[in-house]
């Protein structure tokens, strides 16, 4: 390999995904792509057709007898734990056991020669229930004294109720928030190989080796050591593979162990979406009490969720959406409390935002109710309740770190803000006065989202570095890679450290083998966690690099450099190959295992107070619409975004995962519609009945751009923040824009107060009402 002079790959610069022309080219291996070993069975689950009862008899001798079958498991034939929670609550069976709790539970498993025999024999069963009584959402069950799957929060800061009783002006409302498929374009999917003795190796596609590891363990009853899974790459995952994963894996393993052959999971998508879980829907009791400037005084919420039959990410995911109940803004008196309610339905889970979303969009209905309340533009209201840097969140974390002021500034100069909101107000007084059929709508609003595992013991990474005596580098983290372009970013910071070309660097699969106890690739904090883990690693070695050329070299320590290509010693500059040579040959150490743990923060839930988030990121965005008010079907005219990201390690990557972001937050609030029946079953789960956005629903002029002047002024990678998340929140302005334009038709008096999505039949519904 020749020695670079000029430097491709270091940190802060656009380079390409590691995977991107592999993808393109159809190369990339996702787990269904891997090489099948012989003799490979297939698993496929049969699930419930009960939201709620017991099981009288099971009949599945169908099932046995059906071509290929092998055999079928049930909860009796798991050597271990009957279970997949992820926190210790035991209350998710991999298999149900004497009765079911939401349509579409795994009762039990399939195994034949292939997946279609499999998957025909599953619909074989003859299951005989006893229906009992079901819940389906959470005012339901509240109603129902259904119960917490898990411990409910409240937090607070002054005193809300004298706060609302003294405010001049006070307002209630509800609002319901409506969740979401995660999506992904890879499935769930597992493939598990047995070995020697209680060995097995799982691959498979998943957000947390390391917990899918436990969980088949813990089925299988062997030490953690016994079990090896690998991740190369996911085909999307958004949180749905943090947790979900669990089930599809356990299943393989035991059937592998069991039959000693290699088996294969993968549902349909119908299946998938039925069983696994998706994001929180909620409904919010509010009231604000403010003053007539339009300053926010006192504010109280209760967060009631739907939660599912077991407690999986609940806590944490509802905990967040408290966090973010403020979203910018700061609330004098506050006391918030969520409701984690236990229902008949699929227990929900991690996805993109855990939470937060669903706290930050309250924040912004309620700056929206005070705006028509006054008669106000809401960015005027916006921008008065804004944080100043001192001020307390309800959790009681000071915000030093407040940039959203410069933000808005210039948001509004290059969206061109209030010229435009003048046209659409111009164009729907003109719409009324002459009949018009189109109503437009303009909104701006920002987010400021917290970083870091509110599970204080997830803020860990580790990685391990090898440096081969060609001068070649292999590259290992416990992070995994979903298309978010991790892998990338991290193999820049580690050339960067070497001063070497990134072509240089191998970015092997994840695997419990080289790294262990990795946290789930979540909570925006892939990046931050596992590139300072990474840049320990390569500071150990450059570390053992500089004693050994200072001595070889006969240079003062002080005067070896890492420079492109080389290092440096006094004014001669050695090829990196043959230092690294070199060094080989005097028997210098050239591997290193790395690890960063996030300083500063902490959290005490039962006081409800700390330090949750290492930082804050922020942004804004602000989109218009035009909505028909005979179908209340609209497009997004144009949106605009600023997105602050600290010093970027990888301009193009972050400001594709600020787009992508956006687009799919604005699905959650428009067209993402989860609907069950009244006996519990999911209605909304295959892409015929369910509507992602597709490309034609993205803003038809669509700017975005990355504040660059930021920098992150906590010791973060290289000074840069978390983008997974937090602009995620961004297509909330289109909601409030659907909301402008509905509420054009009572001249602004009042409201839209639109549910979310915001679907067609919903607008439509909301302008009748409003016009009668």
């Not at 993808?23 to 099948?36: I, M, N, P, S, W």
């Not at 898990?150 to 800061?157: Q, V």
């Amino acid at each position: 390999m020749k020695d670079e002079t000029t430097i491709r790959g270091l940190a802060h610069t656009d380079t390409i995904h590691d995977s991107a022309i592999k993808q393109v080219q159809g190369r990339a291996e996702y787990t269904d792509d891997l090489a099948e070993p012989h003799g490979l069975l297939h698993a496929y689950l049969g699930l419930s057709q009960c939201a709620h009862g017991r099981i009288l008899s099971m009949d599945l001798d169908a099932v046995r007898a059906a071509p290929g079958v092998v055999d079928v498991l049930t909860a009796a034939d798991i050597p271990g734990e009957n279970d997949v929670s992820p926190n210790g609550k035991h209350d998710d069976p991999i298999f149900a056991d004497g009765q079911v709790l939401f349509w579409g539970q795994p009762v039990f498993a399939v195994i034949a020669e292939t997946r279609d025999q499999a998957r025909r024999a599953a619909h074989l069963a003859k299951i005989e229930y006893e229906a009992l009584p079901h819940a389906l959402d959470p005012i339901a069950a509240r109603d129902a004294d259904m119960g917490y799957v898990t411990e409910p929060l409240t937090l607070r800061r002054g005193d809300a109720d004298r706060g609302l009783a003294t405010s001049p002006r006070r307002i209630k409302g509800r609002f319901a928030i409506g969740g979401q498929d995660h999506f992904y374009l890879e499935g769930q999917i597992a493939m598990a190989v047995p070995g020697e003795d209680e060995d097995v190796i799982i691959n498979v596609s998943t957000q947390h080796p390391s917990e899918v590891q436990h969980m088949v363990a813990h089925a299988l009853q062997v030490p953690s050591h016994s079990v090896v899974v690998n991740v190369r790459r996911m085909g999307g995952g958004f949180g749905g593979k943090e947790t979900q994963m669990n089930l599809f894996a356990c299943v393989a393993a035991i059937a592998a162990k069991k039959w000693n052959r290699a088996v294969k999971i993968r549902p349909d998508r119908d299946d998938d979406m039925t069983a696994t879980g998706k994001r929180h829907d909620f409904v919010v009791d509010y009231e604000v009490g403010f003053d007539d400037d339009g300053r926010i005084l006192a504010v109280s919420g209760d967060w009631y969720a739907r939660c599912g039959f077991s407690a999986d990410l609940s806590g944490p995911v509802t905990d967040r959406a408290l966090f973010h109940c403020d979203n910018a803004y700061y609330y004098p008196d506050v006391r918030v409390s969520s409701h984690p309610m236990k229902t008949n339905t699929v227990s929900n889970t991690a996805f993109r935002g855990f939470g937060g979303p669903q706290g930050v969009i309250v924040a912004e209905r309620i700056v929206e109710e005070i705006a028509y309340a006054l008669g106000r533009d809401p960015l005027e209201i916006r921008k008065l309740n804004l944080y100043r840097n001192g001020q307390l969140t309800p959790y009681h974390q000071e915000v030093t770190d407040q940039i959203l002021p410069r933000i808005f500034q210039e948001l509004e100069a290059d969206s061109d803000y209030h010229a435009r909101r003048q046209a659409v107000l111009d164009w729907n007084a003109r719409a009324a006065r002459e009949g018009g059929v189109i109503r437009k709508g303009i909104a701006l609003t920002p987010v400021k989202f917290g970083i870091s595992f509110t599970a204080t013991w997830f803020n860990q990474a580790g990685a391990l570095i090898h440096v081969y005596s060609d001068g070649s580098i292999a590259l290992n983290h416990g992070g995994t890679e979903m298309g978010q372009g991790l892998n990338t970013k991290v193999a820049q910071v580690v050339a960067e450290a070497f001063q070497c070309d990134i072509s240089r660097i191998k970015i092997t699969r994840t695997t419990t083998e080289k790294v262990p106890n990795t946290s789930a690739t979540a909570a925006s904090s892939g990046t931050d966690l596992n590139g300072m883990a990474a840049l320990d690693a390569a500071e150990q070695i450059k570390a053992r690099l500089i004693d050994f050329v200072a001595e070889r070299w006969q240079a003062p320590r002080e005067d070896v450099k890492f420079v492109p290509g080389h290092i440096r010693a006094g004014d001669r500059d050695i090829p990196w190959g043959e230092v690294i040579h070199a060094a080989y040959m005097a028997r210098i150490h050239l591997s290193a295992a790395g690890f960063y743990k996030t300083p500063k923060i902490h959290w005490d839930r039962a006081t409800g107070q700390g330090r949750p988030f290492y930082y804050y990121a922020y942004g804004a965005a602000v989109a218009e619409v035009s909505v028909d008010t005979l179908t209340g079907e609209y497009v997004i005219d144009r949106a605009d975004v600023i997105h602050d990201v600290g010093r970027s390690l990888n301009p193009a990557i972050d400001k594709g995962q600020v787009e992508g972001a956006f687009v799919q937050g604005t699905g959650w609030l428009t067209c993402e519609e989860l609907w069950w029946d009244d006996k519990g079953r999911l209605r909304t789960h295959a892409p015929s009945t369910y509507k992602i956005p597709l490309a034609s629903d993205k803003p038809r002029i669509f700017n975005v751009k990355l504040a660059d002047w930021s920098e992150n002024s906590e010791r973060s990678i290289k000074r840069s923040k978390a983008v997974g998340e937090p602009p995620f929140m961004l297509g909330i302005c289109v909601f409030e824009a659907i909301n402008m334009a509905v509420a054009s038709f009572t001249d602004y008096r009042q409201p839209a107060r639109l549910d979310a999505p915001a679907t067609p039949e919903r607008v439509l519904m909301a302008i009748e009402k409003l016009r009668t």
